[in-house]
């Protein structure tokens, strides 16, 4: 028996040893970017990584070393790291004769995501070449998100998040608590996102509860998981992520299936239409011929209210942390705004200083650091290959603090963006990519634009706003924790004091 054993780990060690020298050999020939040679046996590049929550600064700093275009290899798989302008520049514009082609519009697999089966629905799994992630963008894109829904849910953003804002605001400011901002934003964004798609609310307590799953789910979507890095033993998941999603999207789905079902008993009952997402769901019921499975609504405007929130925890914290910016934007509120009491979104156009404050914020605070893609063709660039499948990570966040694109990248300067700086936030220049680029761009990107300038405005108009006193002897804790989305370890808490 002893024997048999030592005989099988003999075979173990000759079988990886193989792996790994094929691993070598077909990487050498592949003339993949550069970066650490050779990769560790197994594991690649995974110490290379550095501390944990820390991976936009480390690929930043490894860039150097290795150029704006990197491999590394996590596990058993190799990922292609864009760091710098000119490098996404160039992957961009490989098309023949450098023409502008969008070739890394695919998408990673994440084990996570195969929990019910959700990568065959879901948004976030589904390949750009897939007729499904077309149909739901298309979607997307044509009611969900087009102009006339967002013009249409003008009064519900006024009630839900400026008012509603506005109010638990007032309530701490009088009882004098602090505020974790992210969280005190993230309500009414659900609030808002519950009403657009089934003119529905929760109670306060349990849109507190869906608001902590949300969080969950995107906190597992950033956690680096062995069963991407190591495909072959993905059915294990010895880390249990995949089970934990499953509850997670339990949870989440819930209200959109109870919805459904009392939608669909009011729609034969001839009750009038709400106009709601929901109803244009089930008008394209049958003709997806899914029942309704073809699109899951909620991931569309999830992905939002995370991205959203963490956005505005950081201009809180930029904020504070520039009593001179601040102290501007509330001024322009004022002198705007004048006796109202709180802000519109007429009053947007006529605020150009926070709408720079809000561009400076896109710059330097990426929501999403590490826009995950995979290559869906060959891609030959500088002399190099991306092989089709492969994984890249564009670091959107190292991209726009690029110091030849930006002046002092590493300071919120609002003032760039006033007098003439006219870079959009599409991404034509490459070097400002907030919102992602190319086909796979953020769709709720004008949802984003209209909700940022509203948030901003009521946290800065009527209240002045005080670090509790522990946190103002040490100073915010500015460590950041890089998961798909880019948030404080710490999350931010801060004393409103109403005007
Ligand atoms: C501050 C606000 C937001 C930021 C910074 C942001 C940023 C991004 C980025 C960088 C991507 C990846 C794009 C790419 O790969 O090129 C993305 C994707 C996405 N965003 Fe946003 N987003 C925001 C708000 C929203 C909102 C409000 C919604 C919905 C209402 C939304 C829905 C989505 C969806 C569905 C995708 C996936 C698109 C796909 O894979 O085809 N986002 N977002």
């Not at 054993?5 to 970017?33: H, K, M, N, T």
């Not at 914290?317 to 705007?336: S, Y």
């Not at 034509?428 to 948030?455: H, N, S, V």
Request: proline content about 7%; charged content about 25%; overall charge negative.
């Amino acid at each position: 028996m002893a024997s048999f054993i030592v005989e099988c780990v003999g075979w173990l060690i000759i079988a990886l040893f193989s792996l790994y020298i094929f691993q070598l050999l077909r990487d050498a020939r592949q003339r993949l970017p550069p970066g650490p040679w050779p990769p560790k046996p197994l594991i690649g590049d995974l110490l290379d990584l550095g501390e944990p929550g820390q991976q936009h600064r480390t690929f930043a700093r490894l860039a150097e070393r290795y150029g704006g275009l990197m491999s590394l290899r996590f596990g058993l798989v190799p990922h292609v790291i864009v760091s710098t302008p000119d490098a996404l520049r160039a992957v961009f514009c490989a098309g023949e004769g450098g023409k502008k082609v969008d070739n890394i519009a695919g998408i990673p697999s994440l084990d996570v995501l195969t929990a019910w089966g959700h990568d065959a629905h879901t948004i976030f799994a589904l390949p750009s070449q897939d007729d499904k992630w077309r149909a739901v963008r298309k979607f997307a894109a044509a009611e969900m998100l087009a102009p006339r829904r967002i013009a249409g849910a003008g009064a519900l953003m006024q009630t839900r998040i400026v008012e509603a804002l506005h109010r638990d605001l007032s309530g701490h400011a009088a009882r004098g608590t602090a505020v974790a901002i992210r969280n005190v934003v993230m309500d009414p964004i659900l609030s808002l996102l519950l009403g657009v798609l089934y003119s529905t609310d929760l109670e306060a307590k349990e849109r507190a509860m869906f608001r902590d799953v949300i969080e969950e789910i995107v906190e597992l979507l950033g956690t680096g998981n062995v069963s991407d890095m190591f495909p072959p033993i993905a059915a294990l998941d010895l880390q249990g992520l995949r089970r934990r999603m499953k509850s997670l999207l339990a949870v989440v789905y819930r209200p959109f299936d109870e919805e459904v079902v009392v939608r669909r008993r009011s729609r034969e009952a001839g009750e009038p239409r709400k106009n709601d997402v929901l109803d244009i769901v089930l008008d394209k019921e049958s003709e997806w011929k899914e029942e309704g499975s073809l699109l899951n609504p909620e991931d569309i405007y999830g992905a939002g209210a995370s991205s959203t929130a963490a956005l505005m925890e950081w201009a809180m914290v930029d904020l504070i942390q520039n009593p001179d910016v601040m102290r501007k934007a509330k001024e322009e509120l004022t002198r705007v705004l004048g006796d109202k009491p709180l802000m519109e979104d007429g009053d947007v156009a006529r605020l150009p200083y926070l709408q720079a404050v809000i561009k400076e914020l896109l710059r330097l605070r990426v929501a999403l650091p590490l826009m995950p893609r995979k290559a869906e063709a060959d891609i030959e660039v500088n002399g190099h290959r991306i092989p089709k499948g492969t994984n890249v990570l564009v670091n959107a966040w190292a991209i726009n603090r690029n110091a030849e694109a930006w002046p002092e990248p590493e300071k919120f300067i609002p003032e760039r963006f006033l007098g003439g700086e006219t870079r959009s936030y599409l991404g034509q220049d490459f070097d400002m990519i907030p919102f992602g680029l190319g086909r796979r761009i953020c769709p709720g990107m004008p949802y984003a634009l209209k909700m940022i300038p509203l948030i901003l405005g009521t946290l800065l108009h009527r209240f002045e706003w005080e670090l509790p006193a522990e946190v103002q002897e040490t100073g915010i804790d500015m460590t950041e924790k890089c998961g798909v989305v880019l948030t404080l370890v710490t999350p931010l808490k801060a004393i409103p004091k109403e005007i």
